[in-house]
Structures are given as C-alpha cells and as structure tokens.
C-alpha cells in the first residue's frame, strides 16, 4: 500500500507563505488524481487544490477561498506534489492533507480519494 509523507508545515504570521510537500513511497505511483485537503475544528474536510495526475496539461482543481493565492504543482519523477501558499490569512489555519485518488472520480470531492497522508498543520497568526 503507497503511503503519502507531507511535511513544510508550521506557524506563519498572516501575509506570509510555506509550502507543502507531499512525496509518494512508491516513483511508479500513478493515481487519477492528487490534491490537498485542510480540515479546521467543528468544520468538514474541504478541497484546497487538486490536479490530475496523468494529465500532459496538469489540469487543477481549487477554491475560491485560495484561488490567487495558492497554486499546486507536481514532480512525476519525484512522486511529489506540492502546494505554494501566500498571502495566508488566520482563517487557513487547519490540518492540511495530501491525498491521492487511484481511479477515474470527482476530484473535487473528499470522498474520491482513497490515499491519505497523516496531514501537517499549519497556523496562520493575525
């Protein structure tokens, strides 16, 4: 079973950046898509960024609470994507999850996705 490792997590004052990285245990990996969630207390599990992962053009998928702000990007060779994050405001403040969806579904949805990192939390101080 592949796992998925994040990392780059941490404490930021409001208006800064971090990004995130999320590495796959197998380079052969090849899922539909993978995308990063974030999960606040009392709040469900939202779509951050997704991208599919086989796609020549690396279609993505976001929000529009981060869009302009954030973007998404991967490295086949690595099995890694990553999520750039600037400008961040206290209310990105959540668990940020790596996740990777192994066939053909809603990339938008949490649901769609059956490989979960750990997650990394990330704080963003006003």
């Known amino acids: 079973q592949v796992q998925l490792v994040e990392s780059g997590g941490g404490l930021v004052q409001a208006g800064g950046s971090l990004r995130l990285s999320c590495t796959a245990s197998?380079?052969?990996?090849?899922?539909?898509?993978m995308g990063w969630f974030r999960q606040s207390p009392g709040k469900e599990r939202e779509l951050v960024y997704a991208?599919?992962?086989?796609?020549?053009?690396?279609?993505?998928f976001t929000t529009s609470s981060v869009s302009g702000r954030f973007s998404i990007s991967r490295d086949k060779v690595k099995s890694a994507i990553y999520l750039q994050m600037n400008r961040l405001k206290p209310e990105d403040t959540a668990v940020y999850y790596c996740?990777?969806?192994?066939?053909?579904?809603?990339?938008?949805?949490?649901?769609?996705?059956?490989?979960w990192g750990q997650g990394t939390q990330v704080t963003v101080s006003s």
């Open positions: 996740a990777a969806a192994q066939s053909a579904k809603i990339v938008t949805e949490h649901s769609s996705y059956d490989v």
């Open positions: 991208l599919l992962w086989r796609s020549s053009t690396s279609s993505t």
């Open positions: 197998e380079r052969t990996f090849s899922p539909y898509a």
